[in-house]
């Protein structure tokens, strides 16, 4: 089955700034309630949008995807897998709920690569992306990433 890409309750929301420069933190969830969503190795969930140039300080997620192995996950940014476990680098997301902070490899403070100057619009997107397992399942995420956007 090919890859899919879902979106959070936040991902089509405008990446906020602060005019000094001060954090700015973000809450998103992915909630499907009753309804039932395929979830297999390689898709995609948008979580939220973040600004070009800002440097993540702080974030955690916290869910639940109820099915007997669970879910294998991991947290980062698009585009590409070279970034998408730099802030999780894998949490299992079964049954009981799971709140796990940001502790990729990358460490923070994390700052976005740069886009290139002809890319527009200027965002990157905060992803969480299904390393293995593969489920039918009701899922429920909620979680925050903070950022700043003036640097450090």
Known sequence: MAAQTFTASDQNAQPRSTADGGPVTVYF?????????????????????????????DGYICGKIPSQTGNLVKV????GTATDDDLISGVTLSATTVLKRFDGSAGL????????????????????????????????????????????
């Open 76 to 79: 980062g940014i698009l585009p």
């Open 109 to 152: 403070p994390y700052a976005l690569p740069a886009i290139a100057a002809a890319t527009y619009p200027k965002y990157t997107y905060l992803t969480l992306t299904c390393v293995s397992g593969s489920m039918t399942a009701s899922v429920s995420l909620q979680g925050s990433v903070t950022y700043l956007t003036g640097g450090l």
């Open 29 to 57: 969830s992915y909630i499907t309630g009753t309804t039932l969503t395929t979830l297999s190795v390689s898709d995609v969930i948008l979580l939220t949008k973040l600004p070009e140039g800002c440097k993540i300080i």
